[in-house]
């Protein structure tokens, strides 16, 4: 599959790339997608989740009324859970979220989802380029010029730019990342995948 090279502006550059068979035209893996999203969602999860347990609970242990002979059923503590403001029963405690995936198939779930963008044609290739200052405006007035206004975007640059991260801040539906952080989730996430053209070479070499 051929590519037109895109500069800032919009404009065809002449320049035509070939996106590798290898990355982009391989048979998707629906399930390794899911395996990949579901873990990189996992991982973002906190699990600082906590709530009191009947131990936690400040109160007396003292018996509250006796055993027998209240027509009631029988109580301990005021901290049990059946009493208001009395501990949880098996309430959440911290806990990690994370699992391990292995490499092949993460790798695996990034092709194919990048298979599934190439062939909605939802993936992009322009020029390098560089902002000689932070400015929404300048970044924003590309994404216009790229016909992406208003969709969900995803720049994939060779290495980390400053001034175009802090200009991309603002956008809410414009995520700017480096090949190397390239996942799954962001590229299903985004409704165009954007390339410099640097990106997409180290992206297909690294594939080979």
């Known amino acids: 599959m051929k590519l037109s090279v895109l500069n800032i502006t919009g404009e065809d550059t002449g320049k035509k790339v ?11 893996n629906d399930h390794a ?4 999203v579901k873990q990189y969602l996992a991982n973002k999860r906190q699990g600082t989740h906590k709530t009191k347990e009947r131990a936690d609970i400040t109160g007396s242990t003292r018996k509250i009324k006796r055993q027998k002979g ?3 059923a029988r ?17 959440p ?8 995936l292995n490499r092949k198939v993460k790798q695996l779930a990034r092709k194919s989802a990048l298979t599934y963008k190439a062939r909605n044609k939802g993936i992009m290739v322009v020029e390098d380029f560089s902002l000689e ?8 007035d590309i994404h216009k010029s790229l016909n992406v206004e208003g969709k969900k975007s995803l720049l994939v640059l ?3 730019d400053k001034n175009i991260y802090l200009s991309s801040r603002n956008l809410e539906n ?8 390239l996942n799954t989730y962001d590229i299903m996430n985004a409704s165009v995948v954007i390339f410099v053209e640097s990106s997409l070479d180290v992206l297909q070499k690294g594939a080979s």
Not at 33 to 36: A, V
């Open 18 to 28: 070939d996106l590798n068979k290898e990355v982009f035209e391989i048979e998707p």
């Open 33 to 36: 997608i899911y395996l990949d």
């Open 70 to 72: 209240t027509g009631t």
């Open 75 to 91: 109580a301990g503590s005021i901290k049990s859970p059946i009493f208001r403001g009395g501990g949880r029963t098996f309430g």
């Open 93 to 100: 405690r911290p806990r990690s979220y994370s699992f391990k």
């Open 133 to 140: 200052v932070p400015q929404t405006k300048a970044f924003y």
């Open 158 to 160: 060779s290495e980390p």
């Open 174 to 181: 414009s995520k700017v990342i480096t090949v190397s952080d």
